[in-house]
């Protein structure tokens, strides 16, 4: 397997925090990987150094071999790295067709006029929302406005898509959907990183996973035999289950 | 180009003309009441071409302002009158970048705080230069035109910045702007470059209001820091872009063409309070049109766009709201 995303010593300090620990893993083109660990464990962090949001305070962080660590976080999505967020961000002002087009008229293709709606309208219907393009952001509910998010994020042809938390949130059938969407999204050949909770999901997408706990990687391999090491269950659930 | 397009171009066209030959049939004060208007609808577009879809309220309008017409008034005996409308422009644009390139990482109220300041910051290094190195503290501007040439000037600055302002509304700048003006994460997770779009569009509205005070310069004949670098353009130009909606084309030209008539009748007939009632405009505009006329008549009169944006906070809010459900 070709190697998309390497990640060596990666480090983020905030003030005397240190937020993330020397972190290194790869990721191959085509996988879906998880990035698991409790909460404050550095998992977001480690996606904002990725896409760009945050400056590493050391380590490198290499997509395709090109090193996009300290690349302000435009030319790293021009690069093909697309992301949600944990907290959802859609643009509330505009439509929900013009939510799209905003990342296919910037994304690597950087397509106008009618190129540019028309991929907004294939990127809406893949995540559902076909036929919704002239609504209004703020009136989507939740789950609605996940699957827009990740339609622009789709809509900039990423070469790797991040996920944070993006099955967060939802109710049992949701869910199912949205992991059913993420599947589609795999077979299709998308390389993803997932950061997540919800173990369901982590089981059904992720052949392999990485766990971190207070900063540290703990983790690192196929999913099934990294959720039973007792160091994983340990920071998840404590010591007296290990 | 589509007929209502075509409609709406040969209109302006129409209106255009006449407010070109309007000179000709007009006295000096109802030309000195054009140059006025034109003035104030180039200014509030101006303004509004950046602050409108980005919400960075700018208050360093009169500090541009002021530039344009220094310049003028520095320069009108030494250059000819094209190089120095050029040299105010070239300074206005060197000003922009600086002040762009050092400020525009600051949000909201910083950014405010920051452009008022810049105002009276500009106003103070021209006052101290004049007194301490040129020894004088006013200047003359004998200029060998009328209010008339003035007048067209203005016309011509005005049709260009319309112009410019309808072209990056349907361009790709435009939907970068307002993908800024929503969220600036977003914006640059999608791709776009928000330092140079925003320093871009700052300098483009500046270099635009340097040239505004240029061009109004020679109405004074006689001018010092105190008349030109006057903090209450800056607001006037403010309030009349939001009072018309400064996320329209025509916005604020709909602001600003009520309001200067209705400042002209005030400051004429309440000289002493004018200030007062002009604050009370404000508070009462921002509350209640806070989209401004153009949203107001849009969300009114039949909806053609799914766009009921107001200004600034109520986007700002929506999102709170979405958040507050996780």
């Known amino acids: 397997m070709t190697q998309l995303l390497e990640i060596r010593d990666l480090r983020k300090r905030f003030g005397g ?22 909460n404050g464990s550095g998992k977001t962090t480690v996606l904002n150094m990725i896409s760009g949001l945050l400056p590493a305070s ?32 859609v643009l509330p002002s505009m439509s929900v067709a013009e939510n799209v087009e905003a990342a296919a008229a910037f994304g690597p293709e950087k397509l106008w006029g009618a190129a540019v709606r028309g991929k907004a309208l294939a990127c809406l219907d893949r995540v559902g929302l076909g036929g919704r393009e002239n609504e209004m952001t703020a009136e989507l509910t939740y789950i609605d406005q996940k699957r827009l998010e990740l339609a622009r994020a789709l809509a900039s042809d990423p070469r790797l898509l991040l996920l944070d938390e993006w099955l967060a949130g939802l109710n049992p059938t949701e869910l199912a959907t949205g992991i059913e969407l993420i599947s589609d999204l795999k077979r299709d050949g998308m390389t993803v990183l997932l950061v997540e909770h919800v173990m369901d999901a982590i089981r059904a997408l992720c052949g392999r996973c990485v766990v971190m706990n207070a900063g540290r990687k703990i983790a690192d391999g196929e999913t099934g035999n990294v959720l039973s090491e007792p160091e994983v269950v340990r920071a998840y659930l404590g010591e007296s289950h290990a | 180009m589509n007929g209502r397009l075509a409609l709406v171009f040969a209109v302006a066209l129409v209106a255009l003309a006449a407010l070109a030959f309007a000179p000709f049939y007009l006295g000096r004060y109802q030309i000195g009441l054009l140059i006025g208007l034109t003035g104030y609808v180039t200014l509030a577009s101006a303004w509004a071409l950046f602050s409108g879809p980005t919400r960075y309220v700018s208050l360093a309008t009169v500090a541009f302002f002021g530039i344009g017409a220094y310049t003028v008034a520095a320069l009108n005996e030494v250059l000819p009158y094209p190089l120095v409308l050029a040299a105010a422009a070239a300074i206005g644009l060197a000003v922009a970048l600086v002040v762009g390139l050092s400020t525009l990482r600051l949000a909201g109220v910083y950014f405010v705080i920051f452009t008022f300041g810049l105002a009276e910051l500009v106003r103070q290094l021209v006052t101290w230069y004049e007194v301490n190195v040129t ?34 509304g349907r361009n790709r700048l ?35 209001i340097t040239l505004v005070g240029a061009i109004q310069a020679p109405r004074w004949t006689y001018v010092e820091p105190g008349i030109v670098f006057n903090p209450t353009l800056s607001f006037l130009t403010l309030i009349m872009a939001l009072l018309g909606g400064a996320n329209r084309l025509w916005g604020p030209a709909l602001g600003a063409v009520p309001l200067f008539l209705l400042f002209e009748w005030l400051s004429a007939r309440f000289p002493d309070h004018y200030s007062i009632i002009l604050g009370l405009l404000f508070i009462l505009i921002v509350f209640v049109l806070p989209g401004g006329v153009a949203a107001f008549a849009e969300r009114t009169f039949g909806q053609r766009k799914p766009d009921p944006q107001t200004y600034g906070a109520e986007s700002a809010l929506s999102r709170d709201t979405a958040d507050a459900r996780r």
């Open chain 1, 58 to 89: 050391g380590g490198a962080i290499l997509l395709n071999g090109e090193k996009i660590v300290g690349m302000a976080a435009h030319r790293i999505a021009v690069r093909g790295v697309a992301r949600t967020f944990q907290l959802v961000r």
């Open chain 1, 17 to 38: 925090l240190t937020a993330v620990h020397d972190i290194s893993f790869t990721i191959d083109v085509g996988e879906t990987v998880g990035l698991l660990g409790p």
């Open chain 2, 135 to 168: 020894g004088t503290l006013g200047r003359y501007i004998f200029m060998s035109f009328g209010p008339e040439q003035i007048y067209w000037q203005l016309l011509a600055l005005m049709t260009i910045t319309l112009l410019i302002s309808w072209w990056i």
């Open chain 2, 174 to 208: 435009g939907l970068a702007l307002k993908v800024i003006g929503d969220d600036e994460v977003v914006a640059t997770h999608c791709g776009i470059d928000i330092a140079r779009t925003k320093l871009a569009l700052f300098a483009l509205s500046a270099v635009i």
